[in-house]
């Protein structure tokens, strides 16, 4: 149970999703659209479609927003159909990443993708090519107050089924298999805590520290760059990023 230092990445993801605020609206409402296209429009039987939902709301969109995006997901309401993409690569000096994407348009995607990781020092790969490095795991992540007893959050996590529970300097990692994620997540909410992260993601299982200011520098151009595309949802790498960044 003791930490490994993945919270620094954790705060910067965040940050960095702060930051992009003016294109979370957007991206939220087709990551809805696709789950509820592909489970159907009640998020009680749809996990993903739950899970869409409450990162949309967590984000401050409006219901309205979201009820238009589940009819589209559905067809109960016109729109554009889009299809999910994964694109896997490598970033500078061998960083692996996985770039996951909602499109209406795969020619367009990738080519904005390919044009990133060449643009700054990386390479397109196949399908295939780096998920090995990485795991499907949910994560919620909780930050340390004098109020939460972390031999109590242990145990209570574990007893509603996460796989282990990562104590940090300043919060507390917990991670789960992907079919057990909405059951520790409502239990735990049930019981009080909240979350500054709470998805399906992608872990790697080792990282890569950058030690040369010019391939941190372009791995942050890459980032930011394909983070600022709307086609683009999440992007995972083994990069053990610099607490500075």
């Known amino acids: ?121 990386g390479n397109l790969g196949q399908s295939g090519s780096v998920s090995f490095l990485f795991e499907k795991k949910g994560i919620l992540a909780i930050e340390k107050n004098d109020e939460i007893d972390e031999e109590e959050l242990t145990l209570l996590a574990i007893d509603l089924g996460a796989e282990d529970i990562y104590i940090e300097e300043d919060g507390y990692q917990i991670i789960t298999d992907p079919k057990d994620f909405s059951k520790v997540e409502d239990g735990l909410k049930e019981a009080g805590y909240n979350f500054i992260m709470a998805e399906i993601s992608y872990i790697p299982q080792t990282t890569v520290t950058l030690t040369d200011e010019k391939d941190i520098k372009n791995m942050n151009r890459l980032l930011e760059l394909l983070e600022d595309n709307d086609d683009v949802q999440e992007v995972y790498h083994n990069w053990e990023m610099p607490e500075e960044e």
């Open 1 to 121: 149970m003791s930490g490994h230092s993945k919270w620094n990445n954790i705060k910067n993801k965040k940050g960095k999703e702060d930051a992009r605020k003016g294109k979370v609206f957007t991206k939220l409402a087709r990551y809805i659209m696709v789950a509820a296209k592909e489970g159907g429009a009640d998020p009680d039987y749809n996990p993903s479609l739950k899970a869409a939902i409450e990162k949309a709301k967590a984000e401050n969109m409006p219901n309205d927003n979201i009820e238009r995006a589940i009819k589209k997901g559905t067809g109960e309401l016109g729109g554009q159909t889009f299809e999910e993409i994964m694109y896997e690569g490598y970033g500078p000096s061998g960083i692996a990443i996985m770039v996951n994407c909602l499109t209406d348009n795969r020619n367009r995607t990738a080519s904005d993708v390919r044009h990133a990781f060449d643009k700054f020092g």
